[in-house]
């Protein structure tokens, strides 16, 4: 413990070798000479961290956007944290004071506590808790993607390992593990890969028809039965599409009530001709009934229109009225008809005979969430993956505009809210750049939408 009294002097002394970084005023121009010291505000948890002998590393995070810098950030064992720098104008010095041991020895009356000056400062690092770089981690294994065919002469295995992933993303090891536990990729032989988007579509609406054709109950699907027929159904490929049966589990995440782990190896052994598999026997899951519908009304809207209106023998659509396509334009040729883009009541009369409910256009509307738009214009509903949206408020905005005219607030909010910072208001952020108007869509019937308040936007 310090010998200092609050009011009272203490003696200074310069270490020898002590450098300052100050300048005099006639050398303001010239470049600032750099200091060896920075003083670190650590939260307490990170303190008790570095005391106890846990690494602290400081990494470089990504930019979001072509052409920024990246940003430094600080590691720790759970918390990934940006690093803020503050210049301070005013003079910092660090010192070391004598222990009370050492204050304690014989000395002249009246003598005062000592203080040895090691270093200067400029200023000092605070730290901002901030978010994993999930866009490192994508851009990292974008090339070892699931689907790509394979080369037997290349000896490189597929994949990054969990050690150089800690390496290339800003990100603590926790919040790493539960980026890939929980986002589109898979260990393969303890190597990480990306599962596509676009491929764990594929592996979704094949296992939802094998089921169907199969007749398996939805609550209790044979994981090693499942993995058999999908493997089967790629054939050739599924050694690059589904190699394990934690692909299998991870392309289903959406749809499974109770998720199975699968240790990464387990999956391997070869299935027989039978369909059997040393690998989890007769292990089932159950599958959400809600998600599934939700996935068969996708399944139904990613298809061709022509294909889905000859499907369920539906009639050709006719043309909205003109005081609810809001221009009076010509109405399209009846030829062209059948490639138009399905309407919202023929895709719910589709989904209805497909599963034999009774939905409502709300219940539709629901089940596709954001991953769809209701064009309420022409009465089209069509497919939208919110992911490939731009992660900037403004030009989001205005590709949401390009995509259709009017929007209902409460559906633009919630795709505009994500990419707003903490503390802003979607709503007042909003009144901005939109402005309300009321419109009849359905006649007799007026609805409160949003449009762009500036052409420009």
Same mark, same amino acid.
């Given at each position: ?94 010192? $070391? ?60 295995? $597929? ?131 809600? $998600? ?166």
């Amino acid at each position: 413990m310090a010998l200092l009294v609050e009011g009272k002097p203490v003696t200074v002394n310069f270490i020898t070798d002590f450098v300052t970084t100050n300048q005099e005023t006639a050398d303001l121009s010239a470049p600032k000479p750099e200091t060896n010291y920075c003083l670190f505000e650590l939260p307490e948890d990170q303190l008790k961290e570095l005391v106890a002998g846990e690494p602290l590393c400081i990494q470089e995070k990504s930019a979001e956007r072509r052409g920024e810098a990246g940003k430094a950030t600080l590691i720790s064992r759970s918390s990934t944290f940006e690093l803020d720098y503050h210049e301070n104008s005013n003079t910092l010095l660090i010192g $070391k004071v004598a222990s009370m041991e050492v204050q304690a020895q014989p000395s002249e009356e009246g003598s005062l506590p000592e203080c040895t000056v090691m270093c200067q400062v400029r200023g000092q690092v605070i730290l901002r808790p901030t978010v994993p770089d999930t866009q490192r981690l994508r851009d990292q294994l974008q090339g070892h993607a699931l689907g790509q065919a394979t080369n037997s002469d290349d000896a490189q295995p $597929k994949g990054l390992s969990l050690p150089v992933l800690q390496f290339e993303v800003a990100a603590s090891p926790g919040e790493l593990q539960t980026l890939l536990d929980k986002g589109p990729y898979v260990e393969i032989n303890g190597a990480w890969r990306l599962l596509p988007s676009s491929l764990e579509r594929d592996i979704l609406d094949v296992s939802m028809s094998i089921v169907t054709a199969k007749g398996w109950s939805p609550k209790a699907i044979s994981i090693d039965e499942l993995f058999f027929e999908v493997q089967q159904y790629f054939g050739d490929a599924s050694a690059s599409c589904v190699p394990t049966m934690a692909t299998l589990l991870k392309g289903l995440r959406s749809v499974v009530l109770d998720p199975v782990p699968v240790a990464d190896g387990a999956d391997a052994a070869p299935t027989q001709v039978d369909g059997s598999s040393s690998a989890l026997p007769g292990v089932t899951i159950a599958l959400d009934e809600d $998600k599934v519908n939700q996935l068969r009304v996708l399944q139904l809207l990613r298809d061709s229109p022509t294909e889905v209106r000859r499907r369920f023998a539906l009639p050709a659509p006719q043309p909205r009225p003109k005081r609810a396509r809001l221009g009076g334009a010509p109405a399209a040729a009846s030829s062209g008809r059948d490639s138009m883009a399905l309407q919202l009541d023929e895709l719910l009369g589709a989904f209805n005979a497909m599963t034999g409910m009774e939905s409502s256009e709300d219940d539709v509307v629901k089940m596709l969430d954001q991953n769809a738009y209701v064009d309420e214009v022409e009465g089209t509903v069509h497919p939208m993956d919110p992911t490939t949206l731009p992660q900037e408020s403004r030009e989001r905005l205005k590709r949401l505009f390009e995509l259709k005219t009017h929007w209902r607030p409460e559906a633009l909010s919630a795709l505009i809210k994500p990419t707003l910072g903490e503390g802003v208001k979607v709503d007042v952020w909003l009144a901005k750049y939109t402005r309300v108007i009321f419109v009849e869509f359905t006649q007799g019937i007026e609805l409160r939408v949003l449009v762009k308040k500036f052409a420009g936007l």
